[in-house]
């Protein structure tokens, strides 16, 4: 079993910044596709970002490319959302996931076995 918890949400301007983390336990940090995911009230979960086991490979949200990126410390069992030009339209409880998975990268929230339990981040206008 892997647990997963998310901190670093708030309360922040149009146009400031963010740092989620997201901490691992339970198993080998190194094997696991680690991913973003959010979701606003009355809406669907979103793709945010994910990253590969080795960081070598990233993917985005088109809604928050250029603005998002995605990091990890693989000896801290820790991934990073550094959140940058953060909008209102990026409010949103924010999850963190997680897969064994020697592969890539995955996009899809059916993707993960395991999720943290969501930090807030609420952005005013």
């Known amino acids: 079993q892997v647990q997963l918890v998310e901190s670093g949400g708030g309360l922040v301007q149009a146009g400031g910044s963010l740092r989620l983390s997201c901490a691992a336990s339970?198993?080998?940090?190194?094997?696991?596709?680690m991913g973003w995911f959010r979701q606003a009230p009355g809406k669907e979960r979103e793709f945010v970002a994910t990253i590969s086991p080795s960081s070598g490979s990233t993917s985005f949200g088109d809604s928050v490319k250029g603005r998002f990126t995605i990091s990890r410390d693989n000896a801290k069992n820790t991934v990073y959302l550094q959140m940058n030009s953060l909008k209102p339209e990026d409010t949103a409880v924010y999850y963190c996931a997680a897969k064994i998975y020697f592969g890539m990268v995955i996009t899809t929230a059916g993707g993960y076995d395991y999720w943290g339990q969501g930090t807030q981040v609420t952005v005013s206008s």
């Open positions: 339970g198993h080998t940090f190194s094997y696991y596709v």
